[in-house]
């Protein structure tokens, strides 16, 4: 979704759930962003994008920041047996910016993915 994918009628925020956490640590395992942004998380304030229930989630700042960099790619397969690409983006000044979820079939997801379920792009 990256810069492209501007927030329109922004759901409300909210904190981030434990699974979310818990994706975003494994995400970021063994990066050199893992330390700085593991306090982050804790205090962190997302809104759910508009992505057709695809899982998308922006993170919230106080000021709009522009997309900087991908942190961190995973692919796994949802109960229905389609893949899902998921990618943690970092703002301009490396803050979480968002975490995107693709289905390949554009369809909701059915189940949130564990750690365990990832195959990590390093």
Known sequence: M?????????APSRPLREEER???RSLLFGSPASTQLENLLLVSRV????DGE???MRFLQL????FGKALAEAQYVDSDGVLVSITLNADDDGQLFE?????VDFS?????PKPSDL????
Request: aromatic fraction near 8%; hydrophobic fraction near 35%.
């Open 2 to 10: 990256s810069d492209a994918s501007q927030v329109l009628n922004p």
């Open 22 to 24: 818990d994706l975003v």
């Open 47 to 50: 809104t759910d994008m508009h």
């Open 54 to 56: 695809m899982g998308s």
């Open 63 to 66: 000021e709009r920041r522009p």
């Open 99 to 103: 975490l995107d979820f693709w289905k």
């Open 108 to 112: 909701p997801l059915r189940r949130y």
């Open 119 to 122: 195959v990590v792009k390093r």
